[in-house]
């Protein structure tokens, strides 16, 4: 398989998973795994900004809404809750560098990871499926949500939009939709924060050898892959609940733990 058509397939992987309940970063190396295919840590740092550029597309209008109607309380405390969230996230996010926690690259902790967050999904909406839908917002599902990105950030497979989802929905936003669309506004300043820390971090290396052109050709396709994924995923969690994910995520942990090593 050539380079560019590698890129391709890793642009492609990236923007499909980041903000489906089934770990970006998990399939992003299992996917590599399975090509033989060595990437720069820039690659696999950059390509996620086309993910959040199209989740940015997507949700243009309603982030316009949030910053012009700072005078409406409802908007206020919507986005006052976005910002606890991600101060959250961003506070307990430097406290793990802190302590050196990195992500593992093997393929089976990833593969155990999809598991459980597999049966944990289907355990939820087991207990979802007997409360009312509830779109509020609380603080506490707020809170939650972002000390879930945390967990996310230190095990692979776990899955970002599953667990901030997840949380919300456990914390009382009963309802699939509010539950992912806030989880999905508050992963905009968090990935762009971990991006631009992470490149921040990587400045004195520099970036000589790197493939510009599989690069470029990974991102284009992680930005419109994510939209359309994004988009879809927004209209079916209207009608739909999360088990054909969590089934996915058992099924594809098992695969891993039996056919790749």
Same mark, same amino acid.
């Given at each position: 398989?050539?380079?560019?058509?590698?890129?391709? *397939?890793?642009?492609?992987?990236?923007?499909?998973?980041?903000?489906?309940?089934?770990?970006?970063?998990?399939?992003?190396?299992?996917?590599? =795994?399975?090509?033989?295919?060595?990437?720069? @840590?820039?690659?696999?740092?950059?390509?996620?900004?086309?993910?959040?550029?199209?989740? +940015?597309?997507?949700?243009?209008? &309603?982030?316009?809404?949030?910053?012009?109607?700072?005078?409406?309380?409802?908007?206020?405390?919507?986005?006052?809750?976005?910002?606890?969230?991600?101060?959250?996230?961003?506070?307990?996010?430097?406290?793990?560098?802190?302590?050196?926690?990195?992500?593992?690259?093997? *393929?089976?902790?990833?593969?155990?990871?999809?598991?459980?967050?597999? +049966?944990?999904?289907?355990?939820?909406? !087991?207990?979802?499926?007997?409360?009312? @839908? *509830?779109?509020?917002?609380?603080?506490?599902?707020?809170?939650?949500?972002?000390?879930?990105?945390?967990?996310?950030?230190?095990?692979?497979?776990?899955?970002?939009?599953?667990?901030?989802?997840?949380?919300?929905?456990?914390?009382?936003?009963?309802? !699939?939709?509010?539950?992912?669309?806030?989880?999905?506004?508050?992963?905009?300043?968090?990935?762009?924060?971990?991006?631009?820390?992470?490149? $921040?971090?990587?400045?004195?290396?520099?970036?000589?050898?790197?493939?510009?052109?599989?690069?470029?050709?990974?991102?284009?396709?992680?930005? *419109?892959?994510?939209?359309?994924?994004?988009?879809?995923?927004?209209?079916?969690?209207?009608? =739909? &609940?999360?088990?054909?994910?969590?089934?996915? &995520?058992?099924?594809?942990?098992?695969?891993?733990?039996? $056919?790749?090593?």
């Amino acid at each position: 398989m050539s380079d560019l058509l590698q890129a391709l *397939v890793l642009g492609i992987v990236e923007g499909l998973t980041e903000f489906l309940p089934v770990s970006s970063t998990g399939h992003l190396l299992i996917a590599e =795994h399975l090509m033989d295919s060595s990437r720069s @840590e820039f690659f696999n740092i950059g390509i996620q900004s086309g993910a959040i550029l199209a989740v +940015v597309l997507v949700f243009k209008d &309603r982030l316009l809404g949030l910053a012009r109607g700072y005078s409406d309380p409802v908007q206020r405390d919507y986005l006052l809750k976005l910002c606890g969230a991600f101060l959250v996230t961003a506070i307990g996010g430097l406290l793990v560098k802190k302590l050196g926690f990195t992500l593992p690259e093997a *393929v089976r902790p990833i593969a155990i990871a999809l598991i459980v967050g597999g +049966v944990a999904i289907l355990a939820i909406e !087991r207990v979802m499926a007997s409360r009312p @839908e *509830v779109a509020t917002v609380t603080w506490a599902a707020a809170l939650w949500v972002g000390a879930s990105q945390i967990v996310a950030g230190v095990f692979p497979g776990t899955s970002r939009s599953a667990a901030t989802i997840f949380s919300a929905m456990l914390a009382g936003v009963t309802l !699939r939709a509010a539950a992912t669309e806030f989880a999905f506004l508050v992963g905009i300043p968090t990935m762009f924060a971990a991006t631009a820390f992470d490149l $921040f971090k990587m400045r004195h290396a520099g970036f000589a050898g790197e493939d510009w052109p599989a690069f470029a050709v990974a991102f284009l396709a992680a930005a *419109v892959v994510a939209f359309i994924s994004v988009k879809w995923l927004l209209r079916y969690v209207v009608g =739909h &609940r999360f088990t054909v994910f969590a089934w996915y &995520r058992i099924v594809a942990g098992i695969a891993l733990l039996l $056919f790749v090593h």
